[in-house]
């Protein structure tokens, strides 16, 4: 079974010969490959260059290519802040008020802001590896947390508080998510092999499980229903601690989440893990970026003899890894699912 074998075994819901490791690991990749951030940001041959250079290096199953998460809030007009070095955050949101949810539009990758530059980095990286490595493009932000950045993610709250039935509301999440799907698709149709999302806004550590049912579930769920329909299987990336709403997530159709490390590992193998596959979860700052290479092997065979029964697990840190992290410690975590993820003895 090769890299790709693998993964695909997993996606499929059938058991490969190891546990894969999957690498969000874009910021490390662009220092080790000596490409300014900036740089892997906006162009597509850095972008492929700097996974290249990683997955030759650590061997890892599975590329994951981001280009951070701002770029679709940027492509449908909110200012983005671009200091040198640092991923990008949005500056200005697109809108001011929900009576302009009118002008926003629903994106055309093949065009809009640095949509085509992922679309290409996706191409190069099929073209290259993608007989032999897993590729997951990272379709940025879903329905909720687009919405918020294009509107201001306070203002957008205190929209939800205030008037949780003003139509506009609705509009703006309805176009966010058609723009959102739009890249998904194009994605697939570049040559990545799955895609995944951030939806971390709509997390515990930042709303209710009530709100996140009503506003950010209902989207999600669509997604992974509208993607499964053209063939496309889809992880959801949620930061922090997300206990309080793994009943709610378990009740998906077929899906992958990305948990970080503060969500209950046994909870979560208990909950969504028992039907949907798994990604994550060791500590990106705590564990691999500060950790030793021992403290990291140690986090993840204490996280495979948990997650590997069963299958549906692939090995990743929780959320992306530092760009400090030691290269010795990133090589650790793809040499622990070689040394203890084994389903065949
Ligand atoms: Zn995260």
New binding site residues.
């Given amino acids: 079974m090769n890299s790709k074998e693998r993964v695909e075994a997993v996606l499929r819901g059938r058991m490969p010969d190891r546990v894969p490791v999957c690498l969000h690991n874009f910021l490390p990749a662009a220092k080790e490959a000596g490409i300014p951030l900036e740089r892997y940001l906006s162009d597509s041959r850095a972008a492929a260059d700097a996974h290249l250079h990683a997955v030759e290096k650590y061997g890892h199953d599975c590329i994951l290519l981001d280009l951070d998460t701002t770029m679709l809030a940027e492509a449908m007009g909110a200012k983005r802040n671009c200091t040198p070095g640092a991923p990008g955050h949005v500056e200005a949101p697109a809108i001011t008020g929900l009576e302009q949810v009118g002008r926003l539009k629903v994106v055309n990758p093949e065009r809009d802001g640095r949509i085509p530059a992922l679309l290409e980095a996706v191409h190069r990286l099929a073209e290259r590896v993608g007989n032999e490595v897993s590729i997951r493009a990272n379709a940025d932000q879903c329905a909720f947390s687009l919405a918020g950045l294009l509107r201001g993610t306070e203002d957008f709250l205190v929209d939800l508080m205030s008037d949780p039935d003003e139509p506009a509301l609705r509009d703006l999440l309805e176009v966010s998510y058609q723009s959102h799907l739009a890249v998904h698709k194009a994605v697939f149709k570049a040559g990545a092999h799955f895609t995944s999302m951030?939806d971390?806004p709509a997390g515990p550590d930042v709303v209710s499980p009530q709100l996140f049912a009503q506003f950010a579930r209902p989207y999600e769920e669509r997604l992974v229903n509208d993607l499964a329909a053209d063939g496309i299987f889809t992880t959801i990336?949620i930061?922090g601690k997300t206990d309080v709403i793994l009943d709610q997530l378990a009740a998906y159709s077929f899906c992958g989440f990305e948990l970080?490390y503060k969500t209950d590992a046994v909870r979560a193998k208990s909950t969504v893990g028992a039907g949907h596959v798994l990604f994550g979860n060791i500590d990106p700052s705590g564990v691999v970026a500060r950790g030793t290479a021992a403290q990291v092997r140690a986090a993840a065979e204490k996280l495979i003899a948990v997650w590997k029964p069963g299958g549906r697990f692939i090995l990743n840190a929780?959320?992306?890894i530092p760009e400090s992290t030691p290269p010795e410690n990133i090589a650790a975590l793809v040499a622990s699912a070689k040394e203890f993820g084994r389903y065949d003895g």
Wanted: glycine share 24%; proline share 0%; aromatic share 0%.
């Fill in positions: 951030g971390s990336h930061c970080d929780g959320c992306a």
